[in-house]
């Protein structure tokens, strides 16, 4: 039986298309990035922050992105600067992202719980988060969903969603057509509505329910009217998943 | 939440007039090929002060300046500020010693994967590590840029409508060519450098293997550039290669050759993460007392970096590390922090 | 002389809004490895437009895309705007040829030591050849620089005050951080990027020896990138080396393997510049008639490049350049514009 | 005998202090910077436009700036970016420019004789000239001296001098303390007022008049009241100098 955490990530893999390129952290993002990579999307381009373009993880999964497992083999090995202008430039289409918290905009807080000059919780920062989150055109969100994560207003606003609905992003001055497309938790997998840009539920992962997905989060979420079940991981993706990550490193 | 566009001009930390850096690097900086080898003590000495800004080469917990930050603890040196870009375990080592008092944060407090960092989150949630500013990894990146070229702001769409924008140096103006807003960042001009190489020159020509991550315009946008080296070569091995200089001579201060001077972290394509190390500070790490004692252990308790080696169990561990890192010894465990 | 700053949006030739070019790329470029390969006639056909603004990868008249300038003059195909930023040879044939109407220009009419190109001054001085904007070398850099990183403009301190800056399509605003004026440079967006290279595999991955002058940003920032390779190599021996790779594949649309592919220019630690050649251009500049004969001679009157190589004094001339370059020889009598 | 040629070019060479970078361009600068590098500055770092940092040309001189020659043996081998972003951040404090017309305030036009939509003579245009006149801290300009060259105005302002006095070029936005050093012609070496920023005659070459210097110009230039004759090339200067230039490139 696939976990909760594979789930997500074989979901995550089925949205990358095989003709583009992907910015990845180290985690769930790299693990989803190389399972297409090794299943539908062998030239799936994986850009990494510490300058490695293409580099094919073999053997283990890159612990940091910065490590050589992140070009040994692969396209170029650039700077954070080139790697950070690809992405401004348009050439990296996805991109993963996650948070401490999220609002129904797709914003993320990946900073601070609390008051930013008397934090309740210190936590990472932007990172390249918000550069992610304001170059890609289509970002995917992985995290875990519950009331606490899902908020009305974020303590603060790491990196950029929808900001406050359709046009803010234009406006604000962010890439056109840019901006998060898909949320995927443990209940299910989330778009943005396109009229209003809040978030809306699209597909539920075998086993939930609708009231679950309400019940963890504490502001209102859209139900597709067309929404389905999530296919269910094929066996192949999951020997190919767990062999991407022998040690458990991501996976436990 | 809440835009503090306002307060940004407190937060220019590091930003100064690039025509003050100029007359700044006529006066320090020479052309002069003069021999630049020094110990780690004397380096650290010379170049780092009390209340300095200081940022690190390498990136997230590869490639890290570990011997140059064991030295600097070891003088006790204080009330450092940090530029927290990208960097992680050389600044929380730095941090969780008590010798930094402040940063810049696009990203720390985290070791990817291997969590939180407890000692860092406890001195910012206790207020005696206050945070400046916050900015994002291409943001630091891009603030070290226009500091190497001479400019006094670097322009991106990054950030833009963010908190992490509004908490920041940046200023927002309309882009006189799209109409549109556009951000820019202001220059970032550390007092020090510290960037660890694959090899180097007496003069300071530095070559580095593998992904140079923000080490080309940091060593072009700090005051003092101190450079440890695996290894000190032959200036005639470095001039007959000039393509692989990353890092010219005119701008390093003190080159020190400081062999498996990243451990516990990768030297990309010369030696491999110790995870049974990483597993010991990340345990330390849990409580005060045992951040205590692993400083009084392995960076009081040594001399030097030879002896800090020998401690982490000397040419055994450290060839293991090489034969990981080459893809002859299976990667071990992955450590990370527990509770 | 004269300010003509309201002028300045009449010389955006070639800047667009990056969001465009995003939208542009999405639709044109892909990430998917396909074989690029073609002829040099199929490459300049499907790349290259009638009233295309075109640009060239080396510098001066080194490292020149000298058999895509043929074949283009070969096609007929006019009404070019040419990117003059510091080329030499390349530009001055396509011009000479009357493929060229327009120019925006940093450097141009002159190689250097050689002395002004007449065939190009008579085409300035008639009208033949329109100026659109004035810029400087290092303003078309970083125009580039600017349109490969996805931004609308690039600052610089180059050039305030003076009428090159007045007669370019930079725009001068008050730095909000100094208060002082700054230039911000548009960005450039080439149709065309000829770059001409070491070696490349069939995907469009390149390596280049010595130095890249704005190859870099010019290949990221051109819509249709044209690579003549002096030869192609296996895909395994490039990714083996990534740190070695200068273009990435997935910016390139066309290679073309093209042996000799600059001569008579150098090709950086591979072969030297043919002195004879550069004579007999230069004299033949000197009337148009002379011009005309040459082009008959040399482009029109040849199928392709390897022809053309055996008319320059094939095989003997060709290895008596790569003794030059590899100072096997000694360097024979600089080619200099004669009255 | 020394021709006019080199003796201008060894004034130019002494004017290289030994701890400093040079921006050179092919010809005369090259030449004069070579010089220095062979006699007494061996650390002089020659910084040339394609990306060379640090050639040291040995056997013949670089045609090209952009030439292998120019980098190899050298410091690094760079990009024209690179070369031109240390020379905007003050790395490189002296640089070498020519002129077709040169004003009182040391303003250079290499772009157009005549207007510039109808030009009379077309010229190279700026080049990196405007690019080192803007960044170096001490500019030396080589030309020839005459009436049509030295002019009351010019035809057009390509590289900045001191513009319109003293203060111009801060407030135009330039690097502070940047600018024009010295003027060499076949006559004498001229420098330019600290109050006024005009050009103003410090040195005269053996044989030549103050008579001759104003009868090549076509502003009144001011005489400093402290004015010199240039010492002659040393033996061993034109020995090197014309080792340098065995085959005639710049000397003829």
């Not at chain 1, 914003?107 to 920062?125: C, E, F, H, S, Y």
């Not at chain 2, 020479?30 to 000495?45: F, I, N």
């Not at chain 2, 300046?65 to 530029?83: C, F, M, N, P, W």
Request: hydrophobic share 35%.
């Amino acid at each position: 039986m696939p976990t909760q955490v594979e789930k997500m990530i074989v979901a995550a893999s089925r949205l990358l298309p095989k003709d583009t390129a992907v910015y990845v952290g180290t985690g769930m993002p790299l693990l989803a990035s190389a399972l297409a990579l090794n299943t539908h999307a062998p030239d799936l381009l994986l850009v990494y922050e510490g300058g490695g373009v293409g580099g094919k993880p073999a053997g283990r999964l890159p612990i940091q992105v910065s490590e050589s497992l992140t070009y040994d083999d692969g396209v170029i090995v650039g700077s954070m600067d080139y790697v950070m202008s690809l992405a401004q430039a348009g050439w990296i289409q996805y991109g993963f992202l996650g948070g401490a918290q999220i609002d129904k905009y797709g914003n993320l807080n990946t900073t601070v719980i609390g008051d930013w000059d008397k934090p309740k919780i210190r936590l990472p920062g932007s990172g390249g988060g918000a550069d992610i989150a304001s170059f890609c055109d289509r970002n995917i969100i992985l995290m875990q969903q519950d009331k606490r994560k899902f908020v009305e207003e974020l303590d603060f606003l790491t990196s950029p969603g929808y900001l406050t609905g359709k046009g803010a992003r234009e406006e604000a001055g962010l890439p056109r057509n840019s901006g998060p497309y898909r949320v995927i938790t443990q209940l299910g997998v989330y778009g943005f509505d396109e009229e209003t840009k809040e978030m809306t539920l699209l597909q539920l992962f075998e086993g939930v329910t609708l009231e679950d997905v309400q019940e963890h989060s504490s502001f209102p979420i859209r139900i597709s009217d067309d929404w389905t079940y999530v296919a269910a991981p094929e066996e192949d993706e999951l020997a190919t998943l767990r062999g991407l990550d022998p040690d458990g490193v991501v996976l436990g | 939440m809440g835009n503090k566009l306002n307060e940004n001009d407190a937060r220019l930390y590091g930003w100064e007039h690039p025509d003050d850096i100029r007359e700044f690097r006529l006066k320090n900086k020479s052309m002069l090929k003069k021999d630049k080898r020094t110990t780690l003590p004397e380096a650290v000495k010379r170049g780092v002060k009390e209340g300095a800004y200081v940022a690190f080469g390498g990136m997230g917990s590869v490639r890290s300046s570990v011997a140059a930050v064991h030295e600097v603890i070891r003088q006790k040196i204080g009330d450092l500020t940090v530029a927290a870009k990208g960097n992680q375990y050389d600044w929380q080592l730095l941090a969780s010693a008590g010798n930094v008092t402040k940063a810049e944060v696009a990203y720390g407090f985290a070791d990817e994967i291997r969590g939180l960092s407890r000692p860092l989150r406890a001195a910012a949630e206790s207020g005696r590590l206050k945070v400046l500013s916050e900015t994002t990894n291409a943001g630091f990146q891009w603030r070290l840029t226009a500091a190497s070229k001479g400019l006094s702001f670097y322009p991106t769409k990054s950030a833009l409508g963010t908190d992490t924008s509004g908490y920041s140096g940046a200023k927002t103006i309309t882009d006189p060519f799209t109409g549109e807003p556009i951000e820019l960042l202001p220059a970032c001009f550390p007092d020090v450098a510290f960037i660890h190489v694959h090899r180097a020159d007496k003069y300071g020509n530095c070559q580095i293997d593998g992904n140079i991550a923000t080490d080309f315009e940091l060593a072009h946008a700090a005051k003092f550039v101190l450079i440890t080296a695996e290894e000190i070569v032959d200036h005639e091995i470095i001039q007959q290669a000039p393509e692989l200089t990353k890092i010219p001579y005119f701008v390093v201060d003190a080159v020190v050759e400081v062999p498996y001077g990243c451990h516990p972290n990768q030297l990309p394509r010369a030696y491999s993460f110790d995870e049974d190390h990483w597993r010991e500070w990340l345990d330390a790490s849990l409580t005060d007392e045992g951040v205590e004692k692993y400083f009084e252990e392995y960076v009081y308790g040594t001399e030097d970096h030879f002896e800090y080696l020998e401690k982490i169990g000397g040419l055994k561990v450290i060839n293991e590390l090489e034969k990981i890192e080459h893809r002859q010894t299976p990667y071990p465990k992955v450590a990370r922090r527990q509770g």
